[in-house]
């Protein structure tokens, strides 16, 4: 088993790869440990995979995952990490705005007992609208909803035991709330801030349209780690909560009309707002509890049929 396995997903990152190779390459011989480097084409159309023929004909430390079409970067995470051989399992953007010469800062946040390393762009070189707004945003509900204190999820660099590793099963977004589905699982997390660079080449493939995706996949994700197992504390307080106040709104709607009708001899009736309201309420309820059934079920099918939610068009090096 080799100690380090490097996972890059990259979409469209012809240009951006040797680059990076070369800086990986600069530190990782300089740290002087076994590695391997396992770069996932999530469906390019740019030529990336040609250059990624090229770097494993070059370098037979160096593999590559073709995916049939774009899947998303949280599917080719989840297919690096089954790739993987190492024992630490490290993670990064192929766009050359997370910097390599980074990693052996990780790794020594590791060795304090971590199982879970992630780094924090304290000083992130992103449009503000665009990207860090956004972030701002998901980072704030993150540490709301999970309780676990970080001040970045959503930044690619990290560094994880294989352990840790091991108990994920990533879909839609969920790469970016990793340290929250370990946390919740008791794996210890560490921050440490990292570099961040601007974009080099290319234009970014992910903005601002992904953050509703985001907080959704984060309401999940604190629902899945808190309620998995006891579901009806959840549902079952909803209910009561429902239960008990309809009975008063009905009981003090049902006092104020026999009031009405009786003392002071006025017509009642219940009007249209009112019951829009409350066929609304329930309709939003029932949606998001109905949410949370499918996504259940999702997981379950996925783990019972032995089946990923992407498909891998061939495997390039040994």
């Known amino acids: 088993m ?17 680059e990076l190779y070369d800086a990986l390459m ?23 995979r040609e250059v990624l ?3 494993v004909q070059k370098d037979p430390k160096v593999r590559a995952l073709v995916f049939r079409r774009n899947f998303g970067q949280g599917a080719a995470m989840d297919a690096g990490f089954k790739e993987a051989q190492g024992e630490v399992i490290i993670t990064l953007d192929a766009d050359l705005q997370n910097d390599p010469e980074d990693i052996p800062k990780l790794l020594e946040k590791m ?9 924090w762009r304290s000083d992130r070189k992103d449009p503000f609208l665009s990207k860090r707004f956004p972030s701002l945003i998901s980072n704030w509900l993150h540490k709301r909803l999970t309780g676990l204190d970080i001040h970045d999820s959503g930044c690619t660099l990290k560094c994880f035991s294989r352990e840790a590793v091991s108990h994920l099963d990533l879909f839609g977004e969920m790469h970016r709330y990793i340290p929250a589905l370990l946390h919740a699982q008791g794996f210890r997390i560490a921050e440490v801030a990292v570099t961040h660079h601007p974009r080099r080449h290319g234009v970014t493939k992910y903005g601002s349209a992904r953050l509703v995706n985001g907080i959704l996949d984060l309401l999940y994700i ?12 959840l549902f079952g307080r909803l209910g009561l909560f429902l239960v008990i106040t309809g009975f008063l709104a009905g009981a003090l709607k049902l006092g104020q009309q026999i009031y009405l009708f009786f003392v002071i001899g006025q017509e009642v009736f219940i009007g249209p707002i009112q019951l829009i309201g409350i066929v ?16 259940v079920q999702v997981r379950i099918f996925y783990r019972m049929a032995s089946t ?9 090096g040994p």
């Open 308 to 316: 990923r939610n992407y498909s891998i068009r061939e495997r390039i």
């Open 2 to 18: 080799v100690e380090l396995s490097i996972i890059v997903p990259a979409f469209n990152e012809a240009e951006s790869i040797p």
């Open 53 to 55: 023929a090229g770097l």
């Open 222 to 233: 604190t629902f899945w780690s808190t309620f998995s197992n006891r579901p009806l504390h």
């Open 111 to 119: 060795d304090e007992g971590f199982d879970v390393v992630t780094g």
């Open 26 to 48: 600069a530190t990782l011989q300089r740290m002087e440990r076994s590695y391997e480097i396992i770069i996932v084409d999530d469906g390019s159309r740019d030529g990336t």
């Open 280 to 295: 609304c309420v329930i309709l939003g309820f029932l949606f998001i509890c109905f949410g949370f059934l499918f996504e």
